[in-house]
């Protein structure tokens, strides 16, 4: 069968996603639906109590495959009157906003995580990156000039996130964990050489009209592919021989002390005893 997604739910704006647009964003969505079976595998491979990382990414990928469903059906998005190269409406796809909203702060928590950055400054960083999203709504929103001057505010803020990944973080005291330093330094590249693009797209799509809405699609969901999965997965596999206690992390109450134990011992580490139950209430007779 073919796709019907936009018989079924037709474009709203002159300017507008094609059928060709929607199989592209079909056909990101198995991906990013695929990965995200694959991580729910491998977050429950790692002992109860060590699975932070893995459950944040988890959450990147579930945002991304309800974003790309949602887009992919030619839904979620909004006309806006277009300021350069002809006249009409374009389509904004606010629901990829929504996404960034929800999906850029965790890949950033993902890399400080593994930081001896105060949580101040992981905070303000999370902070400017919800800020970067913001702008890039509000700017796509705008027919008028004044798009560009939210488009600035959302670039100053991105510079912020640029520098917290590749200078003031790296300068932070790490765990003495083998290979922690390294698997970040190498992962906030990755992820900081993605966020030199994503502008460059804001800029020839919602800011300048310059691409049509399916060039838009491909363009950004290629960037999505490679900072979402690619990055994860890649990031994840570097960690993967770290000793979760090099974090300084608690993942919730619960510990699995005995699958705890077993992996320090697998790695030649000293195995951490249980805490001594707390002793039972007296009882007190009236």
Same mark, same amino acid.
């Given at each position: 069968?073919?796709?019907?997604?936009?018989?079924?739910?037709?474009?709203?704006?002159?300017?507008?996603?094609?059928?060709?647009?929607?199989?592209?964003?079909?056909?990101?969505?198995?991906?990013?639906?695929?990965?995200?079976?694959?991580?729910?595998?491998?977050?429950?491979?790692?002992?109860?109590?060590?699975?932070?990382?893995?459950?944040?990414?988890?959450?990147?990928?579930?945002?991304?495959?309800?974003?790309?469903?949602?887009?992919?059906?030619?839904?979620?998005?909004?006309?806006?009157?277009?300021?350069?190269?002809?006249?009409?409406?374009?389509?904004?796809?606010?629901?990829?906003?929504?996404?960034?909203?929800?999906?850029?702060?965790?890949?950033?928590?993902?890399?400080?995580? &593994?930081? $001896? #950055? @105060?949580?101040?400054?992981?905070?303000?960083?999370?902070?400017?990156?919800? +800020?970067?999203?913001?702008? *890039? !709504?509000?700017?796509?929103?705008?027919?008028?000039?004044?798009?560009?001057?939210?488009?600035?505010?959302?670039?100053?803020?991105?510079?912020?996130?640029?520098?917290?990944?590749?200078?003031?973080?790296?300068?932070?005291?790490?765990?003495?964990?083998?290979?922690?330093?390294?698997?970040?330094?190498?992962?906030?590249?990755?992820?900081?050489?993605?966020?030199?693009?994503?502008?460059?797209?804001?800029?020839?799509?919602?800011?300048?009209?310059?691409?049509?809405?399916?060039?838009?699609?491909?363009?950004?969901?290629?960037?999505?592919?490679?900072?979402?999965?690619?990055?994860?997965?890649?990031?994840?596999?570097?960690?993967?021989?770290?000793?979760?206690? &090099?974090? $300084? #992390? @608690?993942?919730?109450?619960?510990?699995?002390?005995?699958?705890?134990?077993? +992996?320090?011992?697998?790695? *030649? !580490?000293?195995?951490?005893?249980?805490?001594?139950?707390?002793?039972?209430?007296?009882?007190?007779?009236?």
């Amino acid at each position: 069968m073919g796709n019907h997604a936009l018989d079924l739910n037709p474009p709203n704006a002159d300017y507008h996603l094609s059928t060709h647009g929607s199989d592209w964003l079909w056909a990101a969505f198995s991906v990013f639906a695929l990965s995200l079976l694959v991580m729910i595998g491998f977050d429950f491979m790692r002992p109860r109590g060590t699975r932070l990382f893995h459950q944040l990414a988890v959450i990147i990928l579930t945002t991304l495959s309800v974003s790309y469903f949602s887009m992919a059906s030619d839904l979620g998005a909004t006309p806006i009157q277009v300021e350069f190269r002809g006249e009409g409406t374009r389509q904004i796809f606010y629901v990829r906003y929504i996404q960034w909203f929800i999906t850029f702060p965790l890949l950033l928590l993902e890399l400080l995580l &593994a930081t $001896g #950055l @105060s949580l101040s400054d992981i905070m303000t960083t999370l902070f400017m990156g919800v +800020v970067v999203v913001i702008m *890039g !709504l509000i700017g796509a929103l705008v027919h008028s000039d004044y798009k560009w001057g939210y488009y600035t505010f959302g670039c100053a803020a991105l510079f912020y996130v640029w520098y917290t990944l590749l200078w003031h973080a790296p300068r932070a005291a790490f765990a003495e964990a083998t290979g922690l330093k390294r698997a970040y330094l190498t992962s906030a590249g990755w992820l900081s050489f993605m966020l030199i693009t994503y502008p460059i797209a804001w800029a020839c799509a919602e800011g300048g009209n310059v691409i049509s809405v399916t060039s838009e699609m491909i363009w950004y969901g290629i960037l999505d592919i490679l900072a979402g999965p690619g990055f994860l997965f890649f990031y994840l596999f570097q960690l993967r021989t770290v000793d979760y206690a &090099a974090f $300084g #992390l @608690s993942s919730g109450k619960y510990t699995d002390y005995s699958a705890g134990s077993a +992996v320090r011992a697998e790695k *030649g !580490l000293p195995v951490q005893d249980a805490p001594a139950a707390a002793p039972a209430p007296a009882t007190v007779t009236q």
